[in-house]
């Protein structure tokens, strides 16, 4: 399960996206109705709001890279009990689940990772949480379960996704979709700096596989 352990670059990624795009939307809005005196009480306190997330979920962080897990676990819990359709949340909810999976609780695991894709909110957090659902029901050995929680979902597979979709195919026995399925997230790869090389290792594999088929 080491692709599932990638949880703090994929929150510094998309913290920072945050924090460049969250709070400079919320100070737009500051200014756009700032000059309107009943709002403008209105704005310093979800300025404030947003402040406080933010710093809690950099704490958060801290305490879960110095493998301080109750305090993780607490903190987490603290910003969804906060704010629970906030970003932050979402991003707490990943972090909770990566903790219960990591400490054999599979089942909150999921339960965390179902409520993120329900909720909804940024696309990019919802396939993180498909496909990080999608590991564990493969883990378990629940292949199809695993291929509709990617399938179902509204966006298009990322490049990651498809990579997964072929290990799904792959365990359920499907190999002329497990080799399309690499084959795209092996082009898309391309253009990225994504390693690879154990990609390769599966596409010859099939092909091993469709030879010895063949004879």
């Known amino acids: 399960m080491n692709d599932y352990t990638t949880d703090e670059e994929l929150s510094n990624k998309i913290r920072e996206w945050w924090g460049k795009n969250g709070i400079a939307v919320m100070l737009s809005v500051t200014l756009a109705i700032g000059s309107f005196g009943g709002f403008t009480y209105w704005s310093s306190m979800k300025n404030q709001k947003a402040e406080n997330l933010s710093i809690n979920y950099s704490q958060l962080l801290m305490a879960f890279n110095e493998s301080r897990i109750d305090d993780a676990e607490s903190l987490a819990n603290a910003i969804i009990e906060f704010d629970n359709n906030s970003n932050y949340a979402i ?4 972090l909770l689940a990566k903790i219960k999976f990591e400490g054999g609780d ?19 957090l919802n396939i993180i949480a498909r496909e990080r659902l999608a590991r564990i029901l493969l883990q378990e050995n629940n292949a199809e379960d695993a291929r509709l929680v990617l399938l179902n979902s509204n966006p298009k597979p990322s490049d990651s996704s498809l990579e997964l979709l072929g290990d799904i195919y792959q365990e359920q026995g499907d190999i002329t979709a497990a080799s ?6 092996l082009t898309n790869y391309k253009n990225t700096s994504q390693d690879t ?17 063949v004879k």
């Open 180 to 185: 399309k399925a690499y084959q795209e997230a």
């Open 91 to 94: 991003l707490s909810k990943l």
């Open 106 to 124: 599979t089942s909150s695991a999921k339960n965390l990772l179902n409520q993120v894709i329900v909720e909804g909110g940024e696309i990019e």
């Open 197 to 213: 090389r154990y990609l390769l290792l599966k596409i010859n594999m099939l092909e091993n596989i469709k030879v010895k088929d």
